[in-house]
């Protein structure tokens, strides 16, 4: 009988190391600005390589993830892999994450500050392009529209409650802000730094509605905002909020543009919209 040898089966983010990212490749198109992409992770060790493998060689300088307390090896996983990795002791929440994301980021130096899920539900590819358009100028902040099609959209395997309460609140919002996004509740963003330099972020609220706050402030202090489709996988470990949180975060949401109407008429001037240094650092 012939013998044959067995191979032991490794995990698949040890094959895997940020230089592949990191260094341009010849074709890249050359960049005048410094890209650092944040990845506010929580329980990613799963999906975190399949995530970074994706991202475009050369398209980014450095690689961020700030993990928000996990009960796997994402840490482990992330440093193995290269990655700068800055570990919360204890679960400080969505928003929260993001904070720390953006402080670390901007005392890097970026220039340009892309925030992706290391999930795997936001298809990386798209990060040169969104990067592009703020270094051209032409938007200060730019965020991946899972939506160009409701077929694309449950194609992907969007619950069909999430659909409906995205096109609610995104056309709401659009109206009540006076823009034209596809979609408003995207966890794919890339930010100018004077946009994290200028908004108070540090007073939004830690929980998931940081998000939408983060682009109301935006809107109030006169910056441009604009969208790219990107292409999203609903799956078991790409992390998604319930029902329950999904109602709050809505209310949330619409609490945010009311609150930012009451401010622009003089009505009830809210922390969220004063400039920094004017106001408590409250939520």
């Known amino acids: 009988m012939p013998v044959t040898s067995r191979r ?21 198109p050359r960049r005048r600005s410094k890209v650092v992409a944040v990845l506010p992770a929580y329980n990613a060790e799963r999906t975190l390589a399949a995530t970074l493998a994706d991202i475009p060689a050369g398209s980014v300088d450095e690689l961020l993830l700030v993990d928000d307390g996990s009960t796997d090896r994402t840490v482990q996983v992330a440093r193995d892999m290269g990655l700068t990795v800055i570990a919360h002791g204890e679960n400080r929440g969505y928003g929260g994450n993001q904070k720390t994301c953006y402080r670390h980021a901007l005392a890097r130096g970026a220039d340009v500050v892309v925030m992706i899920h290391p999930d795997y539900q936001y298809d990386s590819r798209v990060i040169p392009h969104a990067a592009g358009f703020l270094e051209l100028g032409i938007c200060d902040v730019v965020l991946g529209s899972r939506i160009r099609s409701r077929a694309e959209a449950r194609a992907g395997g969007m619950p069909r409650y999430k659909y409906l309460g995205n096109r609610v609140l995104t056309a709401l919002e659009n109206v009540a802000l006076g823009q034209n996004l596809g979609d408003f509740h995207s966890g794919f963003r890339a930010y100018r730094r004077a946009v994290l330099e200028r908004v108070p ?31 999203v996988r609903y799956f078991k470990e790409a992390s998604s909020i319930n029902f329950g ?6 209310l949330g949401t619409l609490a945010t543009v009311g609150r930012y109407w009451l401010h622009r008429l003089g009505v009830w001037r809210s922390p969220l919209f004063a400039g920094r240094g004017e106001g408590p650092p409250t939520a």
């Open 245 to 250: 949180r999904s109602v709050r975060y809505g």
């Open 201 to 231: 972020f540090e007073r939004n609220s830690d929980d998931f509605v940081f998000d939408t706050q983060l682009l109301v402030q935006a809107v109030h202090f006169g910056f441009r905002l604009g969208d790219v489709p990107v292409p």
């Open 8 to 28: 032991t089966a490794r995990p698949r983010h040890e094959f895997f190391h940020v230089e592949r990212i990191l260094t341009p490749e010849a074709a890249a």
